[in-house]
């Protein structure tokens, strides 16, 4: 089992916050776990197997929309996956679609991306130290070559949110960017894909999730204050409700595909949360 991050170049930086690659075996992913949601908008490129859900197999090039709660997949056979992780809130100028439609929604990404499902039979043909480059030249044309974003007003929500863990009242982050409630959120789910309130909680249980991992033998009820939940139980229900586990049941070792799509979140790059627009 393998698994890589690569930073995006820096034409693809303002959208891509990173590409990750994932190889195996079957057998080394055959435990199914859920993947937590993290915020982020994503696009897998499958040059193997497919995976396979609820639903039944997925799309060997697959949109992942903002998603509410976890998704469990598992596979049938080699794994070989290429991930494109968007920031919070960049993809939707990326790809000019409305983040709100792909709300939890797992689609073909041709269907919103066109060429996507060529671009798996590209990669499979190359070498895997050129996949890389090649993808990332292929998103060049397809959107980097588009007006650079700038720092806007959910920029702004996502780095106050950010900033606090998620433990931030919805209309402070309204006061502190200049907007009213309602404007802000209309915009905030166009860009981002989640509401306001939606995305702090996910923020806050990937804060708490770091915490139990960095401290396996801490404190729950002082993990649940610092994270300002009203107590432990809370932040287990919490955790149950977006993770879909409770903590003692997330995966924590580094070779947990669960795990490592849990390992770039946070760190908002767009603006100082202090700062207006």
């Known amino acids: 089992m393998h698994f890589a991050f690569h930073q995006p170049p820096t034409l693809l930086a303002p959208w891509v916050k990173t590409i990750w690659c994932a190889q195996g075996t079957r057998e080394e992913f ?54 494109v992780r ?19 929604q797992l689609l073909e990404a041709s269907s919103v991306v066109r060429g996507s499902a060529q671009l798996v039979d590209v990669m499979r043909d190359l070498a895997p130290e050129r996949r890389i480059d090649s993808l990332s030249a292929a998103l060049w044309q397809r959107f980097g070559a588009r007006r650079l974003p700038s720092t806007s007003a959910v920029d702004h929500a996502l780095a106050l949110i950010d900033a606090q863990r998620g433990n931030i009242a919805i209309d402070a982050v309204a006061r502190r960017v200049g907007f009213s409630r309602r404007h802000l959120e209309r915009r905030f789910k166009d860009e981002v894909g989640l509401g306001m309130k939606q995305f702090a909680r996910i923020t806050r249980v990937h804060a708490a999730i770091r915490m139990v991992d960095d401290q396996p033998i801490g404190s ?10 009203s107590d432990q139980a809370h932040m287990i229900r919490e955790c149950k409700a977006i993770a879909g586990r409770t903590f003692a049941r997330l995966d924590a070792s580094a070779t947990s595909l669960s795990t490592m799509m849990r390992q770039t979140t946070g760190d908002q790059p767009h603006v100082n949360p202090d700062r207006g627009d």
């Open 30 to 83: 055959a435990a199914p776990e859920p993947i937590v949601p993290d915020g982020c908008v994503e696009i897998i490129f499958n040059l193997a197997d497919p995976f396979a859900d609820q639903r039944g197999p997925q799309p060997l090039d697959l949109i992942a929309g903002q998603m509410t709660g976890p998704v469990t997949a598992v596979a049938t056979g080699t794994v070989d996956l290429i991930g």
């Open 220 to 229: 729950g009820a002082d993990i649940a204050a610092r994270c300002g939940y």
């Open 86 to 104: 968007f920031w919070p809130g960049r993809a939707g100028g990326a790809l000019r679609t409305s983040m709100w439609e792909l709300r939890d």
